[in-house]
């Protein structure tokens, strides 16, 4: 069962802490971290707090609902929803067996703040398509937390607070982990792997598989000051490049994991944290997409020395959509980008100096897409986030895609990654509920 706020909770939370650094010193005070808060962007206060939420649901806080209400009690002691936790504490260390309910009605907080933050996203519509067979949920194929720890390691950091897992099938000798949002990626090169912890560092690390019983090659990598949330390996497994909440990418010289080390200076050109990081497959091309909304190409032709191929007077970008995830397909000529505003966006990135808009955004998402994926072939792609489903996209026709009926892909919390297997006859699809779905592609 997830540690989680309920609704009104939430709603209570961003109305008595609706600015960013009174909920920062809230999170701080009932244990968690500022390294492990999310970033506070253009997104409104009862935006934050639901993925706060989505957090305490992942495990990173122990007893995570009850310290931030007991907390905020601390701060609003006549509010009736944030007093009926402290009650239940006190009544918890008198020996009282009964639990007072935590729904009775909110208050407004002494704060005098009168106005509700606006309501969550507007649903969108879905983009199904009739006739068209889109996937059925894999029989049988739900795997637990307990057989997803079965082969990894384990880490923790802080006082009596366990990190937060990541769940990913994975596979291959060589593997870099990075920390937070749970991003994991990977140079295949035979052998088989097992799920591994994602620890909440801010570094990034290479280790030798199989991942049952891994062992760290070489000294971890330093150099970001902040939460690592993405990672990716170029083509070629050479060169290893990351993302971070301090707003950089770094670019490390894997050739040798033993004594790998720093490429040239970080990339700085963000203005907010780097979510997302992505190589084409076959041309030295990568992508990061970040909390500013921006999208950014650059050429590594020479790792050591990146060029940047967009106009800085034409940036893609949208500082009203922060973004949580690029991907290329399989050829490279399309870039999809997707965040907080629920849509999908395909770029025509043949040129990649001269990215081009493929059709309209794809609708179909009720939240925050987090996670994008495309099929071997290309032909289709598979969005999935905060909304809890995962979407399937017919690119058949690149510039008119389609989305296939996928209603009954879904989990019981945020979904954070989804993957194809390299036969693309399987979805795998991971999720906050603890859970890792597979769903067979027919």
């Excluded at 961003?14 to 962007?41: D, I, M």
């Excluded at 040239?264 to 970040?290: E, K, Q, Y």
Aim: proline share 9%.
């Amino acid at each position: 069962m997830t540690d989680r706020l309920t609704e009104q909770e939430v709603r209570e939370l961003a109305r008595a802490f609706h600015l960013p650094e009174n909920a920062r010193s809230l999170l701080e005070q009932a244990g968690l971290e500022r390294s492990q808060q999310p970033v506070w962007t253009s997104q409104r206060p009862l935006d934050y707090w639901r993925e706060i939420n989505v957090r305490l649901g992942c495990g990173a806080v122990v007893d995570g609902r009850r310290q931030i209400l007991l907390a905020a009690s601390r701060v609003y002691p006549a509010n009736k929803v944030f007093a009926a936790i402290a009650a239940k504490a006190r009544d918890a260390e008198a020996g009282a067996d009964g639990e007072p309910a935590a729904d009775a009605a909110a208050t407004r907080p002494a704060s005098g703040h009168a106005d509700d933050p606006p309501d969550g996203a507007q649903t969108a519509a879905p983009a199904n398509v009739d006739g068209v067979s889109g996937p059925v949920p894999f029989p049988g194929r739900l795997f637990s937390p307990e057989a997803v720890r079965a082969g990894s390691t384990s880490a923790s950091h802080g006082r009596g607070r366990p990190t937060r897992r990541g769940v990913l099938l994975m596979a291959g000798p060589v593997v870099a982990l990075g920390a937070t949002v749970g991003a994991v990626a990977l140079t295949r090169q035979g052998g088989s792997g097992q799920a591994a912890d994602l620890p909440d560092v801010q570094n990034a690390a290479v280790w030798a598989a199989p991942v049952r019983g891994a062992r760290p090659l070489g000294p971890t990598l330093h150099g970001h000051s902040e939460s690592v949330f993405s990672v990716a390996f170029s083509p070629d497994g050479t060169t290893l490049v990351s993302g971070s909440d301090d707003h950089s990418v770094r670019l490390w010289d894997v050739r040798h994991p033993e004594t790998a080390h720093a490429l040239g200076r970080p990339l700085t050109t963000h203005s907010a944290a780097v979510t997302s990081v992505a190589f084409t497959p076959g041309r030295p091309i990568m992508a990061s997409g970040g909390a500013d909304g921006a999208v950014e190409l650059w050429s590594l032709a020479d790792p050591s020395t990146p060029r940047p191929l967009w106009d800085p007077r034409q940036p893609l970008a949208d500082p009203d959509n922060p973004l949580f995830a690029v991907a290329f397909s399989p050829n490279g000529t399309i870039l999809a980008t997707a965040g907080q505003d629920h849509s999908v966006r395909l770029w025509d990135v043949t040129r990649p100096a001269q990215p081009r808009p493929l059709g309209q955004p794809l609708p179909g998402h009720d939240d925050t897409v987090r996670a994008l994926a495309f099929s071997r072939d290309g032909k289709i792609l598979a969005s999935a986030g905060a909304d809890r489903t995962v979407r399937l996209w017919d690119l058949d026709d690149r510039k008119n895609p389609r989305g296939f009926d996928t209603a009954h892909i879904t989990h019981d919390d945020a979904i954070w990654t989804v993957a194809f297997d390299p036969r693309g006859r399987f979805l795998a699809s991971a999720s906050g509920d603890a859970t890792i779905r597979l769903h067979a592609l027919e």
